[in-house]
């Protein structure tokens, strides 16, 4: 995903929260929905951070759960594969926007937290 309008641009390396991100499910593992490789459950992932004309290079979550099922959604329907949403953990904001209207945030490292069971 890339953001399609940038409403901040930053380098708050101390800032935390949670988000959502939109994961390819191959072999039983997480692949990177465009950079590809597998995105280990449990484990801080750092983001290379070659640079961009517009905007910091991260890892893209949305802010809403809601916002990351449309995405979900839409992969579901027109790509080849098995999709999944999964929360995960953030530090340190790059950049927020928007794709397709749905607010996203880029982030420096994130953590794939384990999928909750229940309610």
Same mark, same amino acid.
């Not at 590809?36 to 910091?56: A, F, M, T």
């Not at 996203?104 to 953590?111: D, H, R, S, T, W």
């Given at each position: 995903?890339?953001?399609?309008?940038?409403?901040?641009?930053?380098?708050d390396r101390k800032q935390e929260g949670f988000g959502w991100k939109?994961?390819?499910v191959v072999n039983k593992k997480f692949k990177g929905e465009y950079?590809?490789?597998?995105?280990?459950?449990?484990?801080?992932?750092?983001?290379?951070?070659?640079?961009?004309?517009?905007?910091?290079?991260?890892?893209?979550?949305?802010?809403?759960?809601?916002?990351?099922?449309?995405?979900?959604?839409?992969?579901?329907?027109? &790509? $080849?594969?098995?999709?999944? #949403?999964?929360?995960? !953990?953030?530090?340190? +904001? /790059?950049?927020?926007? &928007? $794709?397709?209207?749905?607010? #996203?945030?880029?982030? !420096?490292?994130?953590? +794939? /937290?384990?999928?909750?069971?229940?309610?």
């Amino acid at each position: 995903m890339c953001l399609t309008e940038v409403t901040l641009t930053t380098r708050d390396r101390k800032q935390e929260g949670f988000g959502w991100k939109v994961f390819e499910v191959v072999n039983k593992k997480f692949k990177g929905e465009y950079y590809g490789g597998i995105r280990k459950e449990g484990v801080w992932l750092k983001s290379k951070d070659d640079g961009s004309e517009d905007y910091p290079l991260g890892f893209h979550l949305y802010q809403t759960r809601r916002e990351a099922r449309h995405w979900l959604s839409y992969c579901n329907r027109h &790509r $080849d594969g098995k999709y999944i #949403v999964r929360k995960a !953990k953030f530090r340190g +904001i /790059l950049a927020e926007g &928007r $794709d397709n209207c749905r607010r #996203v945030i880029v982030v !420096k490292e994130m953590l +794939i /937290l384990p999928q909750q069971t229940g309610g």
